[in-house]
């Protein structure tokens, strides 16, 4: 009876890992609710430029558990449950502490949870970490674009957006 027991409980491990690795790769990307408003005005501070720059990245392989925790963190978002999301993707970036995606992605879980000043902070790690790979600054850039957008300062937003979505990466 003791040996049918130590031969169960790795079975059900292996098959709970294989369902939660299933399912991070059939889930999409989280979808936050950020308002996007755009009115006319003038242009007024400065952005440090993003130099458009040849694709050297090389491929980045994906941690399941990583993965697996976005998955989660999607769905948490697509329910509304924000702090959740947050929890998935903080724990993710335990994980790869220095993958400037994921940054970028707590910055924008914050902004929907209503969290500006947190959201801002995150973004400028994503942009800071992001090294010379331009689609990874681009993308901290459009995050800090949201923030700016979230906080009432529009032209500053539309400024930003207009840099950085016409910037190759």
Request: aromatic fraction near 6%; proline fraction near 7%; charge should be positive.
């Amino acid at each position: 009876m003791v040996q049918h027991r130590r031969l169960i409980v790795p079975v059900y491990q292996t098959f709970a890992f294989v369902l939660l690795f299933a399912a991070g790769c059939a889930s999409r990307p989280p979808v936050y609710d950020v308002p996007v408003v755009e009115p006319e005005a003038p242009d007024s501070v400065a952005v440090p430029e993003l130099q458009p720059e040849v694709e050297t990245r090389t491929p980045q392989r994906e941690n399941p558990a990583t993965v697996t925790l976005l998955a989660a963190s999607a769905e948490a978002a697509q329910a509304g449950n924000h702090r959740l999301a947050i929890s998935h993707i903080e724990r993710a970036i335990r994980l790869e502490p220095k993958n400037s995606a994921l940054w970028s992605e707590l910055s924008l879980a914050y902004l929907a949870d209503g969290r500006s000043q947190r959201a801002r902070q995150y973004a400028q790690k994503a942009i800071a970490l992001a090294g010379d790979r331009g689609d990874l600054k681009r993308r901290g850039w459009l995050a800090i674009a949201d923030i700016e957008a979230a906080e009432g300062n529009l032209a500053e937003a539309r400024r930003i957006r207009r840099l950085y979505r016409a910037a190759r990466g």
